[in-house]
């Protein structure tokens, strides 16, 4: 059966400081990848999504950037954290125009 | 215009209500539909699909109505455990891309 990892579960940074979350897949090939934010008390965002190594699709224009470097692992990144960027992030995979399947998320704190 | 818009509420039911939700899509091209809940503090989980003829799963029961961009979800005998967010989703983008609405808070009380 296929799973998602996704670490850390939680995460508190001071603005200005690099981001990396990372997220792996496992059970599927080839699957869609995809990172969403959930400010507090809103609804989920798309940020990125992927449909193969190394092509990301961008949403939101944002100091974010994410990179799928390997067909099963996607990573999102930001060099300089702002407040705004504090939030749930989620990583999800699916197949071909299937549901999605998330990972447990990471809740980010910029302070 | 909201891709996808729901009802935020909350809605506060007493257990063993049957509650609806509904929801609407603005994109006429959207492929599938999905209903997803979420806990607090949860990442979302699927809850159903939707399917063009109407679909059930035990208390739950989705519709979808193409002509009107709307699909709905029905909840019958509520439990206390059925307390979460429901959240709507339409995949456009050639089937790559799902997009939620904000979701719709249920609470059911004794």
């Known amino acids: 059966s296929q799973t998602i990892h996704q670490w850390p579960a939680t995460l508190v940074q001071p603005v200005g400081s690099p981001l990396s979350l990372e997220c792996t897949v496992e059970?599927?090939?080839?699957?869609?990848l995809y990172w969403y934010r959930q400010a507090a008390g809103r609804g989920l965002q798309l940020l990125f999504y992927s449909v193969g190594i190394g092509q990301i699709s961008s949403e939101v224009p944002q100091n974010l950037s994410a990179s799928r470097p390997q067909d099963r692992q996607f990573i999102l990144s930001s060099k300089k954290l702002l407040l705004s960027d504090s939030g749930f992030y989620l990583c999800?995979?699916?197949?071909?125009?299937?549901?999605?399947?998330f990972g447990n998320g990471t809740r980010l704190t910029v302070t | 215009r909201k891709e996808v818009e729901q009802d935020p509420g909350p809605f506060n039911v007493p257990e063993g209500a049957t509650v609806a939700f509904n929801c609407t899509y603005s994109?006429?091209?959207?492929?599938?539909f999905f209903w997803y809940r979420q806990d607090c503090r949860k990442e979302p989980k699927l809850l159903m699909s939707v399917y063009s003829s109407g679909n059930e799963d035990g208390r739950f029961t989705a519709q979808l109505n193409r002509a009107s961009q709307y699909i709905s979800l029905l909840i019958r005998d509520s439990k206390l455990s059925d307390s979460a967010t429901y959240l709507c989703v339409a995949l456009t983008g050639g089937g790559n891309k799902l997009t939620f609405g904000t979701g719709t808070q249920l609470k059911v009380e004794l």
């Open positions: 059970g599927t090939s080839n699957p869609n």
């Open positions: 994109n006429s091209a959207s492929q599938s």
């Open positions: 999800a995979w699916s197949a071909m125009s299937s549901p999605l399947h």
